[in-house]
T-cell receptor, first 113, second 114 residues
């Protein structure tokens, strides 16, 4: 099955700085990679996703890059704000089949005002 | 405009006493998932329904069962809860499978086992 590793487990940055979270996956058949943000006690919410036919995707301050050859993908948050503080999960999925998400272990991001 | 609703939000049960958690959705999605999330860990998929087709993950304990009586509702039954089953249980839905559709999560039910 799929195994997704995520680093770092915790990350503290100063407000305004950038944050980068990295994930690797094991199953070369995975082709969909969403990122979820989970605030304390709340549901995971999709913030951005990327499909295997795309190398990079950007949405305002958030960007995701994918390197299929190396089987890794990364989340980049620029100009961080205190409200970006949360746990971020990467995930991998195969288009064919059940669309099951295999999650990374999460990164707790703290943005220091 | 709630999309995925879980009840109750907090559930306390006794060791060995069966408990049922419920999930409903207003999205008319074909797929419904149940995840278990323990403190400071990633959500772990227990099983999913594609329409009425039940799909169990290989490592989901037999203690966990599910029912989906109709498109809108899905239940998680824990037959004999142990202390290790204390966790947040998340329900999610997806429009379909065989395509990378977004999964929409409910707010979760936090289960405490005493």
């Amino acid at each position: 099955g799929e195994n997704v590793e995520q680093h770092p487990s915790t990350l503290s940055v100063q407000e305004g700085d950038s944050a980068v979270i990295k994930c690797t996956y094991s199953d070369s058949a995975s082709n969909y990679f969403p990122w979820y943000k989970q605030e304390l006690g709340k549901r995971p919410q999709l913030i951005i996703d990327i499909r295997s036919n795309v190398g990079e995707k950007k949405d305002q301050r958030i960007a995701v890059t994918l390197n299929k050859t190396a089987k890794h993908f990364s989340l980049h948050i620029t100009e961080t704000q205190p409200e970006d503080s949360a746990v971020y999960f990467c995930a991998a999925s195969k288009v064919t089949g059940a669309n099951n998400l295999f999650f990374g272990t999460g990164t707790r991001l703290t943005v220091i005002p | 405009d709630a999309m995925v609703i879980q009840n109750p939000r907090y559930q306390v049960t006794q060791f060995g006493k069966p408990v049922t958690l419920s999930c409903s959705q207003t999205l008319n999605h074909n797929v419904m998932y149940w995840y278990q999330q323990k403190s400071s860990q990633a959500p772990k998929l227990l099983f999913h329904y594609y329409d009425k087709d039940f799909n169990n993950e290989a490592d989901t304990p037999d203690n966990f069962q599910s029912r989906r009586p109709n498109t809108s509702f899905c239940f998680l039954d824990i037959r004999s809860p142990g202390l290790g089953d204390a966790a947040m249980y998340l329900c999610a839905t997806s429009r379909d499978r065989n395509s990378p559709y977004e999964q929409y999560f409910g707010p979760g039910t936090r289960l405490t086992v005493t």
